[in-house]
């Protein structure tokens, strides 16, 4: 059984994963919630959100972790 070390990440890089990620799924899960309800205008904008939130992320990494 082999174990991942975590403790080279900051808390600061963990918090802002955990908020991305809450951000990023949640909204592809509120797109895919007003796709079954016939709501695809507001489905759409909730998966160009995570979209947007996905490169922000990508931005905030790069521009900080790297």
Request: glycine share 10%.
């Amino acid at each position: 059984m082999s174990l991942v070390d975590v403790s080279d990440v900051s808390a600061s890089l963990f918090i802002l994963g955990v908020v991305f990620l809450l951000l990023i799924f949640g909204l592809l899960s509120l797109g895919i919630l007003r796709m079954f309800q016939q709501k695809f205008r507001a489905g759409w904008y909730c998966f160009g959100g995570a979209l947007i939130s996905f490169t922000g992320f990508m931005f905030v990494l790069n521009k900080w972790y790297l």
